[in-house]
């Protein structure tokens, strides 16, 4: 049992994952922080047979925990940390004080993620009790670096684990995927984000001379025109359209009669398999190089896209949330980047099954505590459809 603060008359709180949730939340660990939660998991894996292997990089702990030493592997993969939980009087109870109220459970990573890791260890432990000879291996891979810079933890623990050529076979994430109902959306795949920073050069000098001034802001704008114009693609069956959108421009000659010298403009695509970046950088290389500009561009590539085809992970996916809650999953490719850019590109199939997330970063995040119960059910089943040994 825990403590929680519960008012009297809330239905007890008898359930293992929401037990394990409650204890995640009280540790602050936002990002790069895991403030003890992959310590807690891990000692709760290890009497269940799991053999948890911490590996740190710089200030980020991950943890990878595997119990079976055959394939296939299938892997819940997820975050500790949480985002920061902004100011506090927006917030009807503390952010690291799990709070039951009608039913739903309030604190921050209640959605995002902490009552997905919840749910995947909890499923684990008893889908291990009934199967203890369960087939192939069933392996975590956790890190407290999700939501922030990225580069110490799940991309890390990849490289570290293809280095000794461990590979995964399915992943399930247990990022927050469902829209309004537990299971009614399923990530089978992920867009690309592909950033630059534009610097145009050119020659500042005083407005009332245009013949020795060359204004990078006139440079720019057909340019920005036509990187708007242009139709990238049209989407397909799994991806909407690639976008392009400019999330910032600055130049400026510091008086309102000087003309600047040089402009900086930073932008965005999010883009679908049409698309590597590379190919996406070439065709916008070409594109500005075909105007009359001195400009430079520093790319950074936050994440290639992804796609998980029909396969046994999907259908045992889709099977487990329909038999727990009559939903027919819509298979999606919708939202931000997640940690499954970097277990895909080992050659895994990564799909994100994980509870509502309309209130994640958000003050008042909350979790349904039924939900946190049939996520713990569809994980199991998944783990049963899987592995079970015949
Ligand atoms: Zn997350």
Same mark, same amino acid.
């Given at each position: 049992?825990?403590?929680?603060?519960?008012?009297?008359?809330?239905?007890?709180?008898?359930?293992? /994952?929401?037990?394990? +949730?409650?204890?995640?939340?009280?540790?602050?660990?936002?990002?790069?922080?895991?403030?003890?939660?992959?310590?807690?998991?891990?000692?709760?894996?290890?009497?269940?047979?799991?053999?948890?292997?911490?590996?740190?990089?710089?200030?980020?702990?991950?943890?990878?925990?595997?119990?079976?030493?055959?394939?296939?592997?299938?892997?819940?993969?997820?975050?500790?940390?949480?985002?920061?939980?902004?100011?506090?009087?927006?917030?009807?109870?503390?952010?690291?004080?799990?709070?039951?109220?009608?039913?739903?459970?309030?604190?921050?990573?209640?959605? *995002?993620?902490?009552?997905?890791?919840?749910?995947?260890?909890?499923?684990?432990?008893?889908?291990?009790?009934?199967?203890?000879?369960?087939?192939?291996?069933?392996?975590?891979?956790?890190?407290?670096?999700?939501?922030?810079?990225?580069?110490?933890?799940?991309?890390?623990?990849?490289?570290?684990?293809?280095?000794?050529?461990?590979?995964?076979?399915?992943?399930?994430?247990?990022?927050?995927?469902?829209?309004?109902?537990?299971?009614?959306?399923?990530?089978?795949?992920?867009?690309?984000? +592909?950033?630059?920073?534009?610097?145009?050069?050119?020659?500042?000098?005083?407005?009332?001379?245009?013949?020795?001034?060359?204004?990078?802001?006139?440079?720019? /704008?057909?340019? !920005? *025109?036509?990187?708007?114009?242009?139709?990238?693609?049209?989407?397909?069956?799994?991806?909407?359209?690639? =976008?392009?959108?400019?999330?910032?421009?600055?130049?400026?000659?510091?008086?309102?009669?000087?003309?600047?010298?040089?402009?900086?403009?930073?932008?965005?695509?999010?883009?679908?398999?049409?698309?590597?970046?590379?190919? !996406?950088?070439?065709?916008?290389?070409? !594109?500005?190089? /075909?105007?009359?500009?001195?400009?430079?561009?520093?790319?950074?590539?936050?994440?290639?896209?992804? !796609?998980?085809?029909?396969?046994?992970?999907?259908?045992?996916?889709?099977?487990?949330?329909?038999?727990?809650?009559?939903?027919?999953?819509?298979? =999606?490719?919708?939202?931000?980047?997640?940690?499954?850019?970097?277990? =895909?590109?080992?050659?895994?199939?990564?799909?994100? +099954?994980?509870?509502?997330?309309?209130?994640?970063?958000?003050? *008042?995040?909350?979790?349904?505590?039924?939900?946190?119960?049939? +996520?713990?059910?569809?994980?199991?089943?998944?783990?049963?459809?899987?592995?079970?040994?015949?």
């Amino acid at each position: 049992m825990i403590d929680t603060g519960i008012t009297a008359g809330e239905p007890g709180p008898d359930d293992a /994952a929401l037990d394990l +949730l409650c204890d995640l939340i009280r540790r602050r660990s936002v990002t790069p922080e895991d403030a003890g939660c992959l310590e807690l998991i891990a000692e709760r894996l290890k009497p269940a047979g799991f053999t948890c292997e911490f590996m740190p990089f710089g200030e980020v702990s991950n943890l990878w925990a595997r119990r079976g030493t055959v394939g296939p592997l299938l892997c819940f993969a997820g975050h500790t940390d949480v985002v920061l939980p902004g100011p506090i009087e927006n917030w009807s109870s503390d952010p690291f004080e799990p709070d039951l109220r009608e039913g739903r459970l309030y604190g921050r990573g209640a959605a *995002d993620m902490k009552s997905g890791l919840a749910a995947m260890v909890t499923a684990a432990l008893q889908f291990v009790a009934a199967h203890p000879r369960h087939s192939g291996s069933i392996a975590f891979l956790l890190t407290s670096d999700e939501e922030g810079r990225a580069r110490e933890g799940t991309k890390k623990v990849i490289e570290a684990l293809s280095a000794r050529n461990e590979a995964i076979d399915w992943c399930v994430l247990g990022e927050p995927s469902s829209r309004e109902h537990l299971g009614d959306t399923v990530r089978i795949g992920r867009r690309g984000s +592909l950033s630059a920073i534009a610097t145009v050069h050119g020659v500042e000098g005083h407005v009332a001379y245009p013949e020795q001034v060359d204004n990078p802001i006139r440079r720019f /704008a057909p340019v !920005l *025109d036509e990187l708007h114009e242009t139709v990238w693609d049209e989407g397909n069956e799994f991806f909407p359209p690639t =976008s392009f959108q400019v999330v910032s421009i600055a130049s400026d000659g510091g008086a309102p009669n000087v003309t600047p010298g040089e402009l900086k403009a930073r932008f965005n695509f999010r883009y679908s398999t049409v698309w590597t970046s590379e190919t !996406l950088k070439g065709k916008v290389e070409k !594109l500005v190089s /075909a105007h009359d500009i001195d400009c430079t561009l520093d790319w950074h590539l936050s994440g290639e896209p992804f !796609l998980t085809e029909e396969g046994r992970l999907t259908e045992a996916v889709v099977k487990a949330v329909y038999e727990e809650s009559g939903l027919r999953p819509e298979l =999606s490719t919708g939202g931000g980047t997640s940690d499954g850019r970097f277990i =895909s590109p080992a050659g895994a199939a990564v799909v994100e +099954l994980g509870p509502v997330n309309a209130s994640i970063h958000k003050p *008042d995040e909350n979790v349904s505590v039924a939900d946190v119960a049939s +996520l713990t059910a569809m994980y199991r089943r998944i783990m049963e459809l899987l592995l079970r040994a015949e």
